[in-house]
């Protein structure tokens, strides 16, 4: 017992939700999957065959995954903040990488935001640039307090987001958006002077004005690459659909709103899936609106629950944290994960415009599932290094005291 308590370090409630939504996730994945495993062919002539294929790939990402958490919640919190620079170096190589890729004819991945690594499989360069890229804002912010007043350290910020938010803002506006907001919190975090928050949000407003007007009447059709690399046509088609709000057009934007109506309070069991084989994305972009379709409102809100009750444990451990570097590492971390899961159960509802975000630790495994993974691996390594940190208080304050009584005995 007391080997597996130092084998699984960290925020033990933390490790409840993950546990949980890894269950519900093989549950709803193999209900959600018939479609995507006919859809592929490997096994035309024996779906079942197919399905069960997947659900075993999918079950060992979510092991690998947990292997991952493990691992990295055993390695010392300031390894991270001594790498950071590096992991920054690299994310914004894997971004370039991908676009000359696509741009060279090597990728056919759309838009460039896929890397396709031979025996391996694909890699999203954007997921793993969005963790990195908190990483090293943790790192700048923290060691900038002496100038963190300072109009200059406030540009080299900006500086640093955007080199890495530019490239993904025409793959993958979604992602870029989250990048943006858990970034901007962290600089709030971090006590950026506040008066040029006033710039940030004109800036903020340009991009807006500037990202409509790309747009344009034909959502990019007919300009040379715009929509291969701006994706605009995309982002207009996907915006258009959202505000038009037409109930009658078979889009997958209203399948998984009839999903969610036959679903009702309490759903209709796990496995009974109607919608899910007419959603193309049903294991993963629309993945929440087949566990509403069988585990009903109340399974909805319960996914809802869960992923709140991970940020609070992200707030918790980062109010217990000792220093700056810390603090902001799980804040971001911690709220790219909510965000991401946020948006992906908005686009489920109707809420917001489709974007392509995964379900976190519930969706289809990949890129994302193992990549959130290292986020959590990351934060559990913080909660870990918190705990000993208070261990070695209390020890100091009974020495103390014990030292306190003797004196007074000896007095």
């Not at 969005?130 to 100038?147: E, G, P």
């Not at 406030?154 to 870029?176: D, E």
């Amino acid at each position: 017992m007391k080997n597996a308590k130092s084998f699984i370090r960290g925020d033990k409630i933390i490790w409840v939700v993950l546990i949980l939504l890894s269950l519900i996730s093989l549950i709803e994945v193999y209900s959600s999957i018939g479609k995507f495993a006919y859809d592929t062919g490997k096994f035309a002539q024996n779906i079942d065959l197919s399905t069960f294929f997947l659900l075993f790939k999918h079950f060992a990402i979510i092991c690998a995954t947990y292997l991952v958490i493990v691992f990295i919640s055993h390695i010392n919190y300031q390894k991270f903040e001594q790498l950071a620079p590096v992991g920054y170096i690299i994310s914004i190589i894997l971004l370039a990488a991908a676009l000359i890729l696509y741009i060279s004819g090597y990728s056919s991945k759309a838009a460039g935001r896929w890397i396709e690594i031979p025996f391996l499989g694909q890699l999203q360069p954007s997921e793993i640039a969005k963790y990195l890229l908190i990483l090293f804002m943790a790192r700048f912010l923290a060691n900038s307090q002496d100038t963190i007043k300072e109009k200059k350290t406030f540009w080299i910020a900006l500086g640093i987001i955007a080199l890495v938010a530019c490239p993904i803002f025409p793959q993958n506006l979604s992602t870029a958006g989250i990048i943006a907001v858990c970034c901007f919190i962290m600089m709030f975090l971090g006590n950026i002077n506040k008066k040029y928050w006033i710039i940030l949000a004109g800036i903020a407003a340009t991009i807006f004005v500037i990202g409509l007007n790309t747009l344009g009447e034909q959502y990019g059709t007919g300009t040379l690459k715009k929509d291969e690399v701006m994706r605009t046509a995309t982002w207009g088609g996907r915006i258009s659909e959202w505000l038009n709000d037409d109930l009658e057009a078979n889009t997958q934007r209203n399948i998984a709103l009839r999903a969610i109506a036959m679903g009702g309070l309490t759903g209709n069991h796990p496995g009974s899936t109607i919608q899910g084989r007419l959603l193309s994305e049903s294991h993963n972009d629309f993945i929440y609106a087949i566990i509403i379709e069988e585990l009903g409102s109340i399974g909805g809100l319960l996914i809802l629950l869960l992923y709140t009750i991970l940020f609070y444990r992200c707030v918790v451990i980062a109010g217990k944290s000792n220093n700056l570097f810390k603090i902001l590492t799980v804040s971001g971390l911690g709220l790219s994960i909510y965000l991401q899961a946020l948006i992906n159960m908005g686009v489920a509802v109707g809420y917001l415009p489709v974007t392509g975000q995964t379900l976190p630790f519930i969706s289809y495994g990949g890129t994302s599932y193992l990549l959130s993974g290292c986020a959590v691996g990351v934060i559990q390594s913080i909660a870990h290094s918190n705990k000993l940190l208070n261990k070695n208080n209390k020890a100091l304050e009974e020495e103390t005291e014990e030292n306190i009584n003797d004196n007074d005995k000896n007095q």
